[in-house]
C-alpha cells in the first residue's frame, strides 16, 4: 500500500536532536526498518541527543503494522526497540550483533501515531555490551521497555559484503 504524501508523518526532532546517519559499517542500503516512506508499516527516524548520550528517534507504526485490531503488533515494536539497542552501540563505536534481547510491553500502542523512542549503552563488560530502550508516546505514557545483550565482533566479518555493495 502506498501511503500519500500528505498523510506521511514528518518524524521532526525535538530541541537538542541532532540527525544521525547510520554509520558507514551498516552499509550503504537501508535496514530492515529503514526502507522508506511508502510503506504502510512502520516508518523510522533516528537522532542524537548529546545530553545523555542516547541515540532517540520518532517512530510511526500504520495499517500494516497492525497486530490486535487498531494497534501495533509486538513484533513491529520489538523489531523498533532491537534496531535501536544494536544502533546506540554501533554509534557508542562498539560493532555488535545481538545475542538477547527482552521486550515488556506495558501498553498497547495505538496505529497511526508517532511515537518517541530512546536506546542507550548501559554498560560494557568485555565482549558483552548491555543495553537499554524504551517507546513513549507523546504524553510520556510508556508502550514499551527492552534490553538487550548484544556481542562485539570483528566488523571485518561485514568487509566482504560491504565491498559487494559498492561494486
Not at 3 to 25: F, K, N, T, V
Not at 111 to 120: I, N, R
Not at 129 to 144: A, E
Amino acid at each position: 500500500m502506498t501511503i500519500s504524501q500528505s498523510e506521511q508523518p514528518a518524524l521532526q526532532p525535538e530541541p537538542g536532536w541532532s540527525a544521525i546517519d547510520h554509520p558507514a559499517a551498516f552499509g550503504s542500503r537501508p535496514t530492515f526498518l529503514t526502507g522508506g516512506d511508502d510503506t504502510d508499516r512502520l516508518r523510522v527516524r533516528y537522532y542524537y541527543r548529546s545530553q545523555d548520550e542516547h541515540l532517540v528517534g520518532k517512530a510511526w507504526f500504520g495499517p500494516g503494522a497492525q497486530g490486535p485490531p487498531g494497534h501495533a503488533h509486538g513484533g513491529s515494536i520489538s523489531a523498533l526497540l532491537d534496531e535501536a539497542m544494536g544502533f546506540a552501540s554501533w554509534v557508542a563505536g562498539l560493532t555488535v550483533v545481538a545475542a538477547e534481547i527482552k521486550i515488556r510491553f506495558i501498553e498497547m500502542l495505538p496505529l497511526g501515531h508517532e511515537v518517541q523512542f530512546e536506546a542507550w549503552v548501559k554498560r560494557v563488560n568485555g565482549r558483552k555490551v548491555l543495553t537499554g530502550s524504551r517507546v513513549l508516546g507523546p504524553d510520556g505514557t510508556v508502550f514499551g521497555k527492552g534490553t538487550g545483550l548484544f556481542i562485539v565482533i570483528d566488523a571485518e566479518k561485514f568487509r566482504k559484503v560491504l565491498e559487494s555493495e559498492g561494486s
